[in-house]
């Protein structure tokens, strides 16, 4: 989507193109091509234990996430977080991070990446055929700017019992 004018502009909840599976959704609300690259706005949709990625940092974007519903499970440099409806996590640029849902009830996250294009990495993911592995997935993740890490991950999964 494009947003070609200065005049307001709407995305209906029901136009917003989507990827990834019930359990494991993104809705893409503004990409980063719409905003002359500044910015990308992303709805998470994840279910009850689900992890939305392993351990990561980036390396161009700063994210903030705004809980919109459910319980939400940060891990940011080391240090545990939880957020509720309302609650706003910053997550700098260079920082170890990750999330999931931490609660019994569907978690809707909006998700603000500054400036906007690893969008497009969501994407690939959330496609058919988007499966990658620990072993297909860092030079993928590299090209975006990003760092993996599944062996940190691993105990995060273990402690909360995360689907990943």
Do not use: Q
Request: overall charge negative; charged content about 25%; aromatic content about 6%.
């Amino acid at each position: 989507m494009t947003i070609t004018t200065r005049r307001p502009h709407i995305v209906r909840s029901d136009e917003a193109d989507a990827t990834g599976a019930p359990g494991l959704l993104n809705r893409y609300l503004l990409e980063s091509a719409a905003s002359g690259g500044d910015v990308a706005l992303v709805e998470h949709v994840l279910a009850p234990t689900m992890l939305a990625a392993p351990l990561h940092r980036h390396s161009r974007e700063d994210e903030y996430s705004i809980v919109l519903s459910g319980t939400l499970g940060v891990i940011e440099d080391g240090v545990e977080i939880i957020a509720t409806v309302g609650d706003l996590v910053a997550k700098p640029r260079g920082r170890w991070h990750t999330f999931w849902n931490a609660g019994d009830d569907t978690l809707r996250v909006l998700e603000i990446i500054v400036p906007g294009g690893l969008e497009a990495l969501f994407r690939l993911l959330g496609e058919p055929g988007g499966e990658y592995d620990p072993e297909t997935l860092p030079p993928l993740a590299a090209e975006y700017g990003c760092e993996l890490d599944f062996e940190g991950t691993m105990p995060l999964v273990e402690k909360y019992g995360l689907l990943f």
